[in-house]
């Protein structure tokens, strides 16, 4: 079946521009995860969803960060005002409900974002 | 320090050689161990987990985890050219959803 999938792919802007990045989880997983990755680091957490509301938002750095999942599926993480230091590749991460099985992340390939 | 460490390499082993990936934490209650491969431009690929201590083996990979020294080891068998990638590892506890990366291992396995 499909895995997760981003879009768009690569996104370029300048400072102080808005984006949105969209992430499609597998079909019936109920938890979507974003992190962000900078060059040669690990993926860091921003945000969980199960189901439609945001169980934790704790790694959102600001308050320029802000993700929604208004119908459950997809989601899309916010960004205003962009810095150069938002420069990243933001990943998106579905897995089924259930903590047992949450262990079970599926990752999309990833948007990289470039702010200029 | 950080909450999970990671040799960054890079790591160059010709193949068929025994690969020995490690990460150190400091957060002890940490129960849920995984090893995640990246290639390039790519999402990470879950390749095995652990749920608390011992070993796991499944192929030519082998995890094992030793809570009391906070330290866990993905072991890889007669390395193959394609299992050059970045190895991640994972963790997180009992009650999150937060899973805590390390920065990733860079490994090569030259023909």
């Known amino acids: 079946g499909a895995g997760v999938s981003q879009t768009p792919s690569n996104k370029v802007t300048e400072k102080g521009k808005y984006v949105e990045l969209r992430c499609d989880p597998i079909s019936g997983h109920t938890a979507l995860y974003w992190y962000r990755q900078s060059l040669g680091q690990g993926p860091e957490f921003l945000i969980y969803f199960q189901g439609t509301g945001a169980a934790d938002d704790s790694g959102l750095p600001n308050d320029r960060f802000f993700a929604v999942r208004p119908e459950g599926s997809v989601s899309t993480l916010k960004i205003q005002r962009t810095e150069r230091g938002d420069s990243a590749v933001y990943l998106c991460?579905?897995?089924?409900?259930?903590?047992?099985?949450?262990?079970?992340?599926?990752f999309g390939p990833g948007t990289r974002l470039t702010v200029t | 320090q950080k909450e999970v460490e990671q040799d960054p390499g890079p790591l160059s082993v010709p193949e068929g050689a025994i690969v020995s990936l490690n990460c150190t934490y400091s957060?002890?209650?940490?129960?849920?161990f995984m090893w995640y491969r990246q290639y390039s431009r790519k999402g990470p690929e879950l390749l095995m987990y652990t749920y608390s201590s011992g070993n796991k083996e499944d192929g030519r990979f082998t995890a094992q985890v030793d809570k009391s020294s906070k330290y866990i080891s993905l072991f890889i068998r007669d390395s193959q050219p394609s299992d050059s990638a970045t190895y991640l590892c994972?963790?997180?506890?009992?009650?999150?959803?937060?899973?805590?990366f390390g920065p990733g291992t860079r490994l090569s396995v030259l023909p």
């Open positions: 991460a579905s897995s089924k409900t259930g903590q047992g099985s949450s262990y079970e992340q599926y």
């Open positions: 957060n002890s209650a940490f129960q849920y």
């Open positions: 994972a963790m997180r506890d009992n009650y999150g959803q937060n899973f805590v």
